[in-house]
């Protein structure tokens, strides 16, 4: 990796300044779009993308978000501080048939202890308050997912597969492995610390109570895979 006239804590201010212009982009760009194209105003919008005929409508708006609230600000930090991007944000080559035998079962055992972890999260005590507002923001959550899940053709079962689990996955990747984890890495001088560190962030974004503990588990273990692998 290349020096960089830049400290590990003005990267971090570069990143997130980055990602809060992208995420106010992907809003300024596709909620207008929305609200034209379904003739509806702002504040019924969230009703209406929930409709099943207007899906497709809800993935490409997901698409076009996580696009340039992850994808895009990874780049852009990525060229800022290396003159190979991709190479930096972890796009290598091609890895042995060996390492992906020995991820797979490192990833079936991450499932098996996030199965666990789900149910030690469910014990953990909050306020009743606190427990309708987590249960709130879930519902809602998963009424969108359901909303833009709503397949009836194959077409639309590969374009669902594509937008809702393929290319976000790769975009939070490229944020919080590729750009933010090394960043923390070299903050704490540490890996394990700033695997940790990163994996808490990235379970914590979706402010989703009940899923923290396995998240944040499967975070650390995908950390672990890329801090030694180096390839997204």
């Not at 993308?49 to 990874?74: D, G, I, W, Y």
């Not at 030690?120 to 879930?138: C, D, M, Q, R, T």
């Not at 979706?206 to 273990?221: D, H, N």
Request: positive net charge.
């Amino acid at each position: 990796m290349q020096p960089t006239r830049f400290s590990p804590w003005s990267q971090l201010a570069i990143l997130l300044l980055l990602s809060g212009v992208g995420l106010l982009a992907g809003s300024f760009i596709s909620i207008p779009v929305a609200t034209a194209y379904l003739h509806v105003p702002l504040e019924k919008l969230p009703d209406a993308l929930l409709k099943s005929e207007n899906a497709n409508l809800s993935r490409v708006l997901q698409f076009v978000t996580t696009f340039f609230f992850m994808a895009v600000p990874s780049f852009v930090f990525a060229r800022i501080v290396n003159r190979k991007p991709f190479t930096y944000i972890g796009f290598n080559s091609a890895i042995s048939g060996k390492q992906v035998f020995i991820i797979i079962g490192i990833m079936l055992i991450g499932l098996i202890v996030s199965g666990t972890l789900s149910e030690v999260n469910e014990l953990i005590p909050i306020s009743k308050s606190a427990a309708h507002y987590f249960k709130g923001l879930e519902d809602e959550y998963d009424k969108q997912m359901l909303a833009i899940a709503n397949m009836k053709s194959l077409q639309d079962y590969i374009v669902s597969l594509i937008v809702i689990a393929l290319l976000p996955a790769i975009f939070e990747e490229m944020l919080f492995r590729g750009s933010l984890q090394p960043l923390m890495i070299n903050i704490t001088k540490n890996a394990c610390s700033g695997s940790l560190i990163t994996s808490i962030l990235f379970s914590a974004i979706l402010i989703a109570y009940y899923g923290f503990l396995p998240r944040l588990a499967l975070g650390l273990i995908i950390g672990y895979v890329f801090s030694f692998s180096k390839n997204l």
